[in-house]
């Protein structure tokens, strides 16, 4: 407890267009928390490597990059690529890289009054003990055409078997890496948004937390 307020974490993970991250967003409003999208950081580390013309792959460059980021210079219009996702999952499977954004992802998690940060280890590994925890998941195809739309009004063109292919490639390397896979705590709750709209998601989420908190 902090004055009159009380500090809550809430955790938000899942796979990518499940609608995590607007929730997510959408809980940090209605309580009042700030909120962290915890991919933004993997897909900087990424856009910093592929910037510097370097693979992915390359663990030691990742590394330097993740323990140099500037987190409060991270370009929006940069990071939001497919490219820039599919780098991520990349970089993210580094046990170093994850080690170097520990501490940013932990530090923001406890300052006072709490937040909710969504990503794919956040009830398992950064905020274990977070007071409420979501797992938001979709189906493939409805994850699929909403990252699809995404991309297009962001001016770039890819079809829906590539966001598809991508989507599949990206869920699989998140889920099987030896380090922090994607993986729905014992303790989450979850959320299947594949038949709801984004009002309706962002609403059942408020109801369940709520619920959680009593
Ligand atoms: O959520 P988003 O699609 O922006 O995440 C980009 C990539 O960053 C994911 O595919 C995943 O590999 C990685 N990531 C992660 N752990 C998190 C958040 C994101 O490994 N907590």
Request: some cysteine.
């Amino acid at each position: 407890m902090t004055g009159s307020k009380r500090s809550v974490i809430i955790a938000v993970d899942g796979p990518l267009a499940s609608g995590k991250g607007t929730i997510a967003r959408a809980l940090g409003a209605r309580f009042g928390i700030p909120h962290l999208d915890t991919g933004s950081l993997y897909r900087a580390v990424a856009v910093a490597m592929i910037e510097k013309g370097l693979p992915p792959e390359d663990a030691d460059a990742a590394e330097e990059a993740a323990r140099t980021l500037d987190v409060t210079a991270i370009d929006e219009g940069k990071i939001r690529t497919a490219g820039a996702g599919v780098a991520a999952s990349v970089v993210s499977a580094h046990r170093a890289v994850r080690a170097a954004l520990l501490d940013v992802q932990r530090t923001f998690a406890s300052q006072p009054g709490g937040a909710v940060l969504d990503g794919r280890d956040i009830g398992t590994v950064i905020c274990p003990d977070a007071h409420v925890k979501l797992f938001v998941t979709a189906d493939e195809e409805s994850r699929a055409w909403r990252r699809r739309a995404e991309l297009v009004n962001r001016g770039e063109d890819i079809s829906f078997e590539q966001v598809l292919g991508q989507l599949r490639q990206r869920d699989a390397r998140d889920a099987s890496r030896a380090d922090a896979p994607m993986l729905k705590a014992d303790d989450a709750i979850e959320l299947d948004t594949s038949e709801m709209s984004v009002d309706e998601a962002v609403r059942e989420a408020i109801r369940l937390v709520e619920a959680k908190l009593g």
